[in-house]
């Protein structure tokens, strides 16, 4: 091994130097693979199948990175993207390449993260075919763009890959129609009314980003301003245009995020005009959204994910469930009518909250939520007589905390479906939750057409001679 590591090390390689490559494969990030003398090299937009004469853009001590510098032999599945920046913006992975295609990618990573980490009999794990998203395009409720100048004018975008160089977005194909206007509209009175727009360099200016998030039931939007400072010059006229030119903003919030951080929000919120939330329905729920709740992205297939869970976990009227990373309660009481009790828990405050008024506004009584930890909680509520017998998680894409693992491993909840977001540590986790459980199988569901993410159900069973 040491051999091989030095051999490719020692590729002499320079950036800028081009060479034939003939893509092998596509990686977890959807970026094409191949291999210049033994090398790895990572070639953002190149298929599968494809030859390229490829243009080294950086130079790893393990890998490569390079871009297509000429296309030699084409994928039978490479399509026309809608989008003209979907090969330098980060998003659109797989925008070129057929849907089947990207189908099919998604459940070999899947498969790709089980054979990396080696849970207990992963091999004969049934991997199913990933579900079709709906709509292809026009999906995605929430826009999070940053907001610069580039070249003279205020630019809102995405950044290229790797960089902090921001690509301006006119349009964008997944956005649902209505976000990517609001967005425009919004931008051109940032510039019309000469709103500082924030500045990396000098760390000085006002607007940071713009947060768009739109309701698909009710076509309420909202938008957020993050800011570098508490004050917003001219926020009245910017208000009032808004007002004026966007009705289906209802709600407008400020927060403020200082400074030069890799965060995104920051801890103060100001609510600026009209609502604190808009209504999004799911399941036949109404939920309110406040500018920092979590929702999948895409709010049609997050029903189909839902069923999804729901039939791993088989529910029947006496069951007790659990809902774990609860967030705002989107699946526990989704699933509420089918169970006897639902009890969830979430660490961040403000989600319990919204989670007991989403029950309280859909009339659901045997739902309650609380703030804590898994491992507090649990032996807590098993203590006070509550022995539940299903559990659903829905992990950040970091994946399960080890203590909620432990308690887990300890209660041993008889029906357990795991939704993740994260194939790898998904298939980390589950190195430790076969000690207890069988994988009965793990079923893809595309919930970001054009994207390489990927979404899983997994439905777990207690082994044999598993007891509490």
């Known amino acids: 091994m040491k051999r091989r590591n030095s051999v490719h090390s020692n590729v002499n390689v320079h950036v800028g130097d081009r060479f034939p490559l003939s893509i092998k494969r596509l990686g977890v990030n959807g970026h094409g693979i191949g291999y210049f003398k033994h090398k790895v090299c990572f070639v953002p937009g190149a298929l599968p199948g494809e030859v390229i004469v490829a243009e080294v853009t950086r130079v790893r001590p393990r890998y490569l990175e390079a871009k297509i510098h000429r296309l030699r032999k084409r994928s ?14 980060g998003g659109f992975e797989l925008e070129n390449l057929a849907y089947s295609e990207q189908l099919k990618f998604k459940r070999q990573v899947v498969i790709e993260s089980l054979a990396k980490f080696k849970p207990y009999g992963y091999r004969n794990y049934e991997v199913r075919p990933t ?15 940053q907001i610069r100048v580039v070249n003279g004018h205020v630019a809102a975008g995405l950044y290229k890959p790797g960089s902090h160089d921001l690509v301006n977005m006119e349009t964008c194909a997944v956005q649902m ?3 990517m206007k609001v967005i425009r509209t919004v931008v051109q009175l940032i510039e019309d009314l000469q709103i500082p727009v924030y500045d990396e360099n000098h760390h000085s200016g006002i607007i940071k980003t713009l947060v768009v998030r739109e309701s698909r039931s009710s076509g309420e939007i909202q938008l957020t301003f993050i800011t570098n400072t508490p004050k917003l010059i001219h926020k009245h006229q910017l208000l009032a245009a808004i007002k004026q030119q966007l009705p289906m903003v209802v709600s407008v919030m400020q927060n403020v995020n200082p400074g030069d951080t890799p965060l995104i929000w920051g801890d103060r919120m100001i609510h600026l005009a009209g609502k604190e939330t808009i209504t999004e329905s799911l399941m036949g729920l109404d939920f309110n959204l406040s500018a920092r709740s979590f929702l999948q992205l895409n709010p049609e297939q997050t029903e189909t994910l839902y069923e999804e869970a729901a039939k791993a976990l088989a529910l029947t009227p006496n069951d007790a469930l659990i809902d774990a990373y609860a967030g705002i ?22 989600a319990v909250t919204d989670a007991n008024a989403n029950a309280h506004r859909n009339e659901i009584t045997n739902a309650h939520y609380e703030v804590g930890k898994a491992e507090d909680l649990l032996p807590k509520w098993e203590r006070a007589g509550l022995h539940f017998d299903a559990l659903v998680v829905d992990p950040p894409r970091t994946g399960l905390d080890e203590g909620l693992i432990k308690a887990v491993l300890a209660a041993k909840p008889r029906k357990f479906a795991y939704v993740s977001c994260g194939m790898a540590s998904l298939a980390r986790n589950l190195r430790r939750l076969t000690s207890v459980y069988h994988v009965d199988y793990i079923q893809p569901i595309d919930m970001m057409p054009q994207t390489a993410r990927c979404e899983a159900v997994v439905k777990l069973s207690l082994r044999v001679n598993q007891n509490k």
């Open 329 to 350: 309660g989107t699946i526990g009481l989704s699933l509420a009518s089918r169970v006897k009790i639902v009890r969830g828990m979430e660490i961040i405050p403000e």
């Open 131 to 145: 579900i079709a998203a709906p709509q292809e395009y026009g999906y995605r409720n929430k826009a999070q763009f």
């Open 76 to 89: 039978r599945y490479r399509v026309q993207p809608r989008d003209p920046y979907a090969d330098i913006a």
């Open 177 to 179: 129609p209505n976000t």
